[in-house]
């Protein structure tokens, strides 16, 4: 197969282009942090193509797909990995910034990469879009706010991808973590604080990117006639609350 794998250089995505590669696919890498995908294609050789653009510039991201030399044009998989969390805070008094950020990342971003590949899978009526979406689409949880709607919109938006694509052999699956560790997740959400980031993770044995990787390539590996439509993963550490009913004291 040739996979696109979008957010490369860390994370799910490196995890995955590591394995893809490792099974006998070819990868097509894609991230803003150039250095990264050069260290990742020195490691993994000609079964890797660095294209280094970063997903929130749709511009760039057009301009990068439409370079790819001809034997890599033949895409199999997309793999729309790419995605973040900003902030923890409650929603009044959460940055707007952040908001846009996520946004223009977790939706724009991949919509737009969806736009551009979907049409190459559809004529050649063959293919895969596995989208991560993740727990918090399904769960409600105080200061998941944007983040939550946008990885929403990521489950509700391959649910119809698949109507929509109802009558041709183009596969779409939507994946849904829960609780990763070994991922620059958390220190991103919190900005950097490391110490915090770390917190979230102690005592807990957590979902490595290497075993959420063996699961989306799972996925992407079984026969085309099998469509795995949503796939939601969590450590068996963590579940999903009760709901809270507020009392006041009087």
């Given at each position: 197969m040739?996979?696109?794998?979008?957010?490369a250089?860390?994370?799910?995505?490196?995890?995955?282009s590591?394995?893809?590669?490792?099974?006998?696919?070819?990868?097509?890498?894609?991230?803003?942090?150039?250095?990264?995908?050069?260290?990742?294609?020195?490691?993994?050789?000609?079964?890797?193509?660095?294209?280094?653009?970063?997903?929130?510039?749709?511009?760039?991201?057009?301009?990068?797909?439409?370079?790819?030399?001809?034997?890599?044009?033949?895409?199999?998989?997309?793999?729309?990995?790419?995605?973040?969390?900003?902030?923890?805070?409650?929603?009044?008094?959460?940055?707007?910034?952040?908001?846009?950020?996520?946004?223009?990342?977790?939706?724009?971003?991949?919509?737009?990469?969806?736009?551009?590949?979907?049409?190459?899978?559809?004529?050649?009526?063959?293919?895969?879009?596995?989208?991560?979406?993740?727990?918090?689409?399904?769960?409600?949880?105080?200061?998941?706010?944007?983040?939550?709607?946008?990885?929403?919109?990521?489950?509700?938006?391959?649910?119809?991808?698949?109507?929509?694509?109802?009558?041709?052999?183009?596969?779409?699956?939507?994946?849904?973590?829960?609780?990763?560790?070994?991922?620059?997740?958390?220190?991103?959400?919190?900005?950097?604080?490391?110490?915090?980031?770390?917190s979230?993770?102690?005592?807990?044995?957590?979902?490595?990117?290497?075993?959420?990787a063996?699961?989306i390539?799972?996925?992407?590996?079984?026969?085309?006639?099998?469509n795995i439509?949503?796939?939601?993963?969590?450590?068996?550490?963590?579940?999903?609350?009760?709901?809270k009913?507020?009392?006041?004291?009087?």
């Open positions: 040739l996979v696109l794998v979008t957010g250089s860390a994370g799910f995505g490196r995890a995955l590591i394995e893809l590669v490792r099974r006998g696919h070819r990868v097509i890498a894609c991230a803003r942090r150039a250095e990264r995908l050069q260290a990742l294609q020195a490691e993994l050789g000609d079964a890797l193509y660095p294209l280094h653009f970063d997903i929130q510039d749709i511009t760039a991201m057009q301009a990068a797909i439409h370079s790819l030399p001809a034997a890599w044009q033949d895409i199999d998989v997309l793999i729309n990995n790419a995605g973040l969390a900003l902030g923890l805070d409650m929603a009044q008094e959460a940055q707007l910034d952040d908001w846009l950020q996520m946004i223009d990342t977790n939706i724009r971003g991949l919509a737009a990469m969806t736009n551009l590949i979907l049409p190459r899978l559809v004529k050649n009526n063959r293919g895969h879009i596995i989208n991560l979406s993740s727990t918090a689409a399904n769960y409600a949880y105080p200061g998941s706010n944007v983040y939550g709607a946008s990885k929403a919109f990521v489950k509700q938006f391959s649910l119809n991808l698949r109507a929509d694509l109802y009558g041709t052999a183009v596969r779409v699956s939507n994946i849904e973590p829960g609780l990763i560790s070994g991922t620059e997740f958390s220190a991103v959400r919190f900005h950097g604080d490391q110490a915090r980031a770390d979230v993770y102690q005592g807990v044995q957590n979902i490595s990117p290497e075993e959420m063996d699961i390539i799972w996925c992407a590996e079984l026969p085309p006639h099998i439509n949503r796939l939601e993963v969590m450590p068996t550490a963590q579940s999903f609350a009760g709901l009913v507020y009392k006041s004291e009087t």
